[in-house]
């Protein structure tokens, strides 16, 4: 059982930055993705951005490529999500999942493992 934790969010006036972390507890595997999806109020669940734990491939939803980066370090068991130019519609509840298949997908429904959720607010 995975478990995962997430943290960083907040509130920040736009063109800011911010980097959320999401650490995973439980059995050790090395072929497992993770990934943010965020949902904004009234809205379903979006793909925000992937990475592959033990191949390094990465995939991002176009409305944030280019701003967003999305990382890991396996030491660690945590994956990060640098987000630049935020603008007041990456305004959302932030979440990690992870996927126990070594190929990053964009679905919600191929996830396996979520967390509970945290708020980014951007202001304009």
């Known amino acids: 059982q995975e478990q995962l934790v997430e943290s960083g969010g907040g509130l920040v006036q736009t063109g800011g930055s911010l980097r959320l972390s999401c650490v995973a507890a439980g059995r050790s595997r090395s072929n497992y993705v993770t990934a943010w999806f965020r949902q904004a109020p009234g809205k379903v669940r979006e793909f925000v951005a992937a990475?592959?734990?033990?191949?390094?491939?990465?995939r991002y939803a176009d409305s944030v490529k280019g701003r967003f980066t999305i990382s890991r370090d396996n030491a660690k068991n945590t994956m990060y999500l640098q987000m630049n130019s935020l603008k007041p519609e990456d305004t959302a509840v932030y979440y990690c999942?992870?996927?126990?298949?070594?190929?990053?997908?964009?679905?919600?429904?191929?996830?396996?493992?979520w967390g509970q959720g945290i708020q980014v607010t951007v202001s304009s």
């Open positions: 990475v592959s734990w033990s191949f390094s491939s990465t």
């Open positions: 999942a992870a996927r126990l298949d070594w190929m990053t997908s964009p679905h919600v429904y191929e996830y396996d493992y």
